[in-house]
């Protein structure tokens, strides 16, 4: 019988030998490579957990001690050794999350997978554990890319403040976030050793001296008071230990028993301790060993034995933006481009390839990105700074204030915009449009196809006074939508063949498509729309106003919240502009959506085309007072 079947919950563990341990832990590497290869999910950053895993919970007592990781990516190990070894719906509807989900079980804390964020959680926890006088343990998992962000080292500054606060920091430093982890704080990481050697020679020397008449305690000091260049010297993890941190390691991230030591060290210290342990991203599976790009860091299905795709995939909205990039780069010597560590999943690795010199990963510093990049501009360059529209969330003040205010040209280029699905509730990128409303002078691009996002990109870098916004969706780009017409910066995507048409349909970037089967379903009711895709949805086109009094209804739809959405903007220069027409605005409700699929939570939350075809087919016949509620029903796609 395999050993993992016999394990239920963390403290199943505490009855297995090493040996067993060792056994466990091949066991769950063979599970992993099986299960993800099926399913897509982060393979590499679990596979170089797992004995770390394993002697987390075997050394503290979870759920009572709270074990909390960042990013929670790496956390497939920490759900299959509390009881969800059922990897056959991951990330699907219905399915185990890819992050932990405090739903799931009660081992699970931090949900959200924006990186750098658990230090100032567990920081909270320890405060809270000593207020109401608990003697939990909180224990925080943070790899070594994720101590790239600020926000890390303002919760170590808080942290080592409290010498008495048990807390255990636990640095998985695999040298890699999705790639190679780079900066200053990397190289000195990949230089500490252990202390043990100063500490061992430090004791004997004050022994000894104390015995020493006259001189003996005198020479201990100024010896002690050399204690940093020394350490230095001999060890050089002063970095952490300066800030009043207790430091162990660094520890062999693979050796479950010198793991287990070390926490229980930490465990029994009584104050703040860092223990640094290295491991390796994709141990056991040579397929993902052999990935320089990121080590199968995250993989869609793949053959098991090779590591190859199961199915190729076609463009995608990523690819056509890091090909155009280098198309820019060639013709304009002041294009730079920015990342926050994910130089491969933002499309900018062929640019980066073009030209060495005019790339920046900033490491998991969205704020510190953008900041430097209206540095940047005002010295003379364009940067682009390619995210995840997720992640722009936490630049926001330095988009305001510093690119914003100074007039800097900056283009931000937005990576998975909208629903994402499978990643769930963190990575849907579906605030960009509300957030940014509220920035003056910022103009924001939604292209509908690729040949949309190569022109609207080209748009956006010519602009030198004001910031501009590029968004587009995650996966496949269908193929491309053509306009039939223009209406000042609007292209029309669908002419209504009448003098005074009915609905007039506001089109968002990827919706396009959607948009345009809505009209068809609407036509079969007898209700004549008009299609436009404004394609720079900030600022609201000067013709939009005049276009939606031509029309009895406006529509809007939108892969984006509806509160202060498109929606909300052109509902308000509709208002400023004296037009009195009914608005109905579609876009994705104010709440966090669960993992499934785009389609699936496409439907859930009813913007699809059958139901907004139903809907205003609804609204157009109250405003002629024949309100036909089997009218509206009727209003469904043919199925295949």
């Not at 070594?144 to 808080?158: C, F, H, Q, R, V």
């Not at 104390?210 to 001999?234: Q, S, W």
């Not at 430091?247 to 287990?260: F, K, N, R």
Request: aromatic residues 6%.
């Amino acid at each position: 019988m395999p050993l993992l079947t016999r394990i239920r919950g963390p403290r199943d563990l505490d009855r297995l030998s090493l040996e067993e341990l060792d056994q466990l832990a091949e066991e769950i590497r063979t599970f992993l490579v099986d299960a993800v290869s099926k399913t897509g999910g982060h393979l590499g950053p679990n596979l170089g957990v797992v004995e770390l895993t394993i002697a987390l919970h075997r050394v503290f007592d979870s759920p009572k001690d709270k074990v909390l990781w960042d990013t929670g990516h790496q956390s497939y190990v920490h759900k299959l050794l509390t009881g969800r070894q059922d990897f056959s719906r991951l990330k699907m509807k219905g399915g185990l999350s890819g992050y932990p989900s405090q739903a799931e079980s009660e081992h699970d804390v931090i949900e959200n997978s924006h990186a750098s964020t658990v230090l100032g959680w567990a920081d909270g926890l320890a405060k809270a554990n000593q207020v109401r006088k608990r003697d939990d343990h909180v224990v925080a998992v943070i790899g070594d890319g994720a101590l790239t962000g600020g926000m890390a080292w303002e919760a170590l500054n808080n942290i080592a403040e409290a010498k008495d606060r048990p807390l255990v920091i636990v640095v998985n430093d695999n040298e890699r976030s999705y790639a190679p982890t780079i900066g200053g704080l990397a190289n000195h990481l990949a230089t500490l050793r252990t202390t043990d050697g100063y500490e061992r020679f430090l004791a004997r020397t004050k022994d000894i001296l104390d015995r020493t008449p006259v001189v003996g305690r005198p020479l201990y000091e100024t010896l002690h008071g050399a204690k940093k260049g020394l350490k230095d010297f001999i060890a050089p993890q002063g970095m952490f230990e300066d800030l009043g941190l207790k430091y162990v390691g660094p520890i062999d991230g693979h050796d479950i028993e010198a793991l287990e030591s070390a926490l229980a060290r930490a465990k029994r210290f009584g104050g703040p301790v860092i223990v640094h342990c290295l491991t390796e991203k994709g141990r056991g599976y040579q397929p993902a060993l052999q990935d320089e790009a990121d080590r199968f860091h995250g993989i869609g299905p793949i053959h098991p034995d090779t590591g190859l795709p199961i199915k190729a995939s076609g463009a995608d909205w990523t690819s056509v933006f890091g090909d155009e990039m280098v198309q820019l780069g060639k013709e304009r010597e002041d294009i730079v481009a920015i990342t926050a560590a994910m130089l491969q999943p933002v499309g900018l690795k062929k640019f980066a390839d073009a030209f060495p010199d005019r790339i920046y990963d900033v490491g998991i510093a969205e704020q510190h990105g953008a900041v430097s990049a209206a540095g940047l501009a005002h010295g003379g360059l364009h940067p682009v700074f390619a995210v995840y529209a997720t992640f722009l969330n936490r630049a926001f003040d330095q988009v305001l204030m510093d690119v914003a205010l100074h007039k800097c040209g900056v283009t931000f280029v937005l990576d998975r915009a909208g629903v994402t699905g499978t990643d769930g509730a963190s990575h849907n990128g579906m605030w960009d449009m509300s957030i940014l409303q509220v920035v003056p002078g910022l103009r924001l691009a939604a292209p509908r196809d690729a040949d949309q996002v190569r022109a609207q990109l080209r748009e956006a870098v010519a602009v030198e006074d004001a910031p501009t916004v590029v968004r587009f969706s995650k996966g496949a780009v269908g193929p491309a939508v053509p306009a039939v017409g223009r209406v000042g910066g609007m292209d029309v995507l669908r002419e209504p063949g009448t003098d005074r048409p009915d609905v007039l349909l506001v089109s968002v970037g990827a919706l396009a498509p959607m948009c345009l089967e809505i009209a068809a379903l609407l036509d079969r009711q007898g209700i004549s729309t008009t299609v436009v895709d404004p394609r720079w949805v900030k600022p609201v086109d000067e013709a939009m106003a005049p276009l939606a009094d031509r029309h009895r209804v406006v529509v809007t739809v939108e892969d984006n919240s509806r509160v202060g959405g498109v929606g909300s903007a052109i509902a308000q220069a509709l208002r400023d502009a004296g037009v009195d027409v009914p608005l109905r605005d579609f876009g994705i409700p104010p709440r966090f959506l669960d993992h499934a699929s785009r389609a699936e939570v496409m439907t859930e939350i009813g913007l699809t085309a059958p139901d907004i075809a139903r809907q205003v087919t609804g609204l157009v016949s109250k405003l002629d007072g024949r309100f036909d509620r089997s009218a509206a029903a009727e209003v469904e796609p043919a199925r295949d």
